[in-house]
């Protein structure tokens, strides 16, 4: 058997003697030979292949603990297996950037917007327990300058899913500029977090929220869970948030495809929700400029896990107003077996110089 010594083995495979040194103690990639009175390391010539995919898993940044499992796998468990790494690589970047992109939008709010148009929200809320479920664990809320849904589960998912909203109901009663929104929204979502672990101290227990706070000119979105916001603009309905499930992983990973994800029999677990006990679960955040015409949805899975997106389109697009809206989908929704809690928000942004404010 051909041997190289440490350094020819590093040069081959692009790895340091350093790192072969710290793996050969992590039992990661093993010498073919130690002298036993030098102690050098001799490694195989069919080692390479090992230690250049070694190499090339580091470079992507798995943890080695992982790189220990993917080596082990057959090429095409291997295959499958690094696929899905990078999918939640991409989907924690993805997070990242949402992040910075509301930095970059929260600072230059501060300066002085060019246009005078004054905006308002006209709004309207509508929770219902659904055809099956003995009681309703959600909570809406709609007012001058706070939208909220959640979803409550466990056995305190009633007072949690209320908690979270009124923590956050406190901010419809005063003026919320858009370059202070990003610490009042900090505030509020430490005072959701303390709020539904006070209501819902077990650790089955939590809500999703899924809130927007309106400054007059933008809509700040607040997101953790499976409950959504929706965008009607122009005809056409874009999905603003991404849930927080396990199947929605599985689908930025590419182990499963939309369609197959809609019979899941884990397509409700949750990855990230209020709860006495999610100490890591940071809720997503994004600001959103507001347009005249603008008619936004925020709802429970009540809806769109039963009523296609579609027709979720079609219903907004026809009611002509929130309080129309709202009934229609909650009816929609119900009219599909209403098989657990439904709660909608529904708001349109309009000229402030046309009459009244619902």
């Given at each position: 058997m051909e ?8 040069k081959?495979?692009?790895?340091s003697p350093?790192?072969l040194?710290l ?5 990661l ?7 036993p009175?030098?102690g050098?390391?001799?490694y ?7 230690a250049r ?5 580091r ?9 220990r ?5 057959t ?7 690094i696929r899905?790494y990078w999918?939640r690589v991409?989907?924690?970047?993805a997070a990242?950037?949402?992040?910075a992109?509301?930095l970059v ?16 929200l ?6 219902d327990?659904?055809l099956?479920r003995p009681?309703n664990q ?18 305190g ?6 908690a979270?909203?009124e923590a956050l109901?406190f901010?419809?009663g005063e003026p ?8 009042l929204?900090?505030d ?20 999703t929220l899924?809130?927007?706070?309106w ?7 607040v ?6 916001a929706?965008?009607?603009r122009?005809?056409?309905l874009f999905?603003i948030?991404?849930?927080h499930?396990v199947?929605?992983?599985?689908i930025?990973?590419?182990r499963l495809?939309?369609e ?8 409700a ?9 999610a100490t890591?679960?940071v809720?997503?955040l ?14 429970s899975?009540?809806?769109s ?5 579609d027709e979720?389109r ?5 009611a002509?107003g ?9 009816g929609?929704?119900?009219d599909?077996?209403?098989?657990d ?9 309009v000229?402030?110089?046309?009459t009244?404010s619902?």
């Amino acid at each position: 058997m051909e041997m190289l010594t440490i350094g020819a083995f590093a040069k081959a495979c692009r790895l340091s003697p350093k790192a072969l040194r710290l793996y050969d103690e992590l039992a990661l990639l093993r010498p073919a030979r130690v002298d036993p009175e030098t102690g050098y390391r001799y490694y195989a010539v069919g080692q390479l292949e090992q230690a250049r995919l070694v190499a090339w898993l580091r470079r992507i940044g798995m943890p080695l603990a992982r790189i220990r499992q993917v080596c082990a796998m057959t090429p095409e468990s291997a295959a499958r297996e690094i696929r899905a790494y990078w999918g939640r690589v991409e989907a924690e970047t993805a997070a990242r950037r949402d992040l910075a992109e509301f930095l970059v939008d929260h600072l230059a709010a501060q300066s002085p917007r060019k246009d005078s148009l004054m905006l308002e929200l006209r709004f309207s809320a509508l929770s219902d327990t659904g055809l099956v479920r003995p009681v309703n664990q959600d909570t809406a809320h709609a007012g001058a300058r706070v939208l909220a849904v959640a979803d409550g589960f466990g056995r305190g998912g009633a007072p949690a899913s209320a908690a979270a909203v009124e923590a956050l109901r406190f901010l419809d009663g005063e003026p919320l500029p858009a370059g202070s929104v990003l610490n009042l929204l900090e505030d509020a979502i430490q005072g959701a977090v303390q709020a539904v672990r006070d209501a819902a101290p077990a650790a089955e227990d939590g809500t999703t929220l899924t809130a927007m706070v309106w400054t007059g000119s933008r809509l700040a979105l607040v997101h953790i869970g499976d409950s959504r916001a929706y965008l009607l603009r122009d005809g056409g309905l874009f999905l603003i948030t991404h849930d927080h499930t396990v199947v929605q992983s599985m689908i930025d990973e590419g182990r499963l495809t939309p369609e197959e994800a809609a019979g899941h029999p884990q397509r409700a677990l949750l990855l990230r929700a209020l709860t006495a006990g999610a100490t890591a679960s940071v809720p997503d955040l994004r600001l959103h400029d507001a347009r005249p015409g603008d008619r936004y949805l925020l709802c429970s899975d009540g809806l769109s896990a039963v009523v296609p997106s579609d027709e979720i389109r079609r219903t907004l697009a026809s009611a002509p107003g929130p309080d129309e809206a709202v009934r229609a989908l909650v009816g929609a929704a119900n009219d599909s077996g209403g098989p657990d809690n439904v709660s909608c928000v529904v708001a349109d942004v309009v000229d402030g110089a046309e009459t009244g404010s619902r």
